[in-house]
T-cell receptor, first 114, second 115 residues
Framework: GQQLNQSPQSMFIQEGEDVSMNCTSSSIFNTWLWYKQDPGEGPVLLIALYKAGELTSNGRLTAQFGITRKDSFLNISASIPSDVGIYFCAGQLLPGNYGQNFVFGPGTRLSVLP | DAGVIQSPRHEVTEMGQEVTLRCKPISGHNSLFWYRQTMMRGLELLIYFNNNVPIDDSGMPEDRFSAKMPNASFSTLKIQPSEPRDSAVYFC?????????????FGPGTRLTVL
């Protein structure tokens, strides 16, 4: 089945710094999503991307759907302590289909130092 | 809205015991999903229901796992007998339709430890 790779696996940054993480796959996806998971909670959707090349922002977060449809990146500007958590990417091959048609990445664990 | 509700939040049990995890989806949502999250395998879809009917259970790891949705407001995931390798966080999610991943809302999860 499809596999997603996320990098970096973890990162430690100083408050105020910008953050960049990405998600790659050998498979083509039609939808890319980015989630954040706080400790002890379920994932919460941050940004959804539906079109190759699409660049979407949500506050200090910006994500892009790669032109090849095999990758996506997420940037966080001016990080703050509450940005701490695990960031997951997820790809959906076809809308309306689950099971083998979507997959979550392993996550990037972000720590923000005051 | 209360969001997706899961119970218990934590469960510790001994190998061989039956475990039942419960989920109440968001009112009005027609689809319900069960996921398992581990360090080794990440977040995996186990099964999903649409209008209370199981649609795809290809992610259910073994016959020891079973899921039911007797009505639109309740679902259970049962493991019988449980094994230590079942230790994980189990998430339930719901959405208005089953079509798009971006419509899912996740519950807080049940952390299961099988000794």
């Amino acid at each position: 089945g499809q596999q997603l790779n996320q990098s970096p696996q973890s990162m430690f940054i100083q408050e105020g710094e910008d953050v960049s993480m990405n998600c790659t796959s050998s498979s083509i996806f039609n939808t890319w999503l980015w989630y954040k998971q706080d400790p002890g909670e379920g994932p919460v959707l941050l940004i959804a991307l539906y079109k190759a090349g699409e660049l979407t922002s949500n506050g200090r977060l910006t994500a892009q759907f790669g032109i090849t449809r095999k990758d996506s990146f997420l940037n966080i500007s001016a990080s703050i302590p509450s940005d701490v958590g695990i960031y997951f990417c997820a790809g959906q091959l076809l809308p309306g289909n689950y099971g083998q048609n979507f997959v979550f990445g392993p996550g990037t664990r972000l720590s923000v130092l005051p | 809205d209360a969001g997706v509700i899961q119970s218990p939040r934590h469960e510790v049990t001994e190998m061989g015991q039956e475990v039942t995890l419960r989920c109440k989806p968001i009112s009005g949502h027609n689809s319900l999903f069960w996921y398992r999250q581990t360090m080794m395998r990440g977040l995996e879809l186990l099964i999903y229901f649409n209008n209370n009917v199981p649609i795809d259970d290809s992610g259910m790891p073994e016959d020891r796992f079973s899921a039911k949705m007797p009505n639109a407001s309740f679902s259970t995931l049962k493991i019988q007998p449980s094994e230590p390798r079942d230790s994980a966080v189990y998430f339930c999610a719901s959405s208005v339709t089953s079509g798009n991943l971006d419509e899912q809302f996740f519950g807080p999860g049940t952390r299961l430890t099988v000794l």
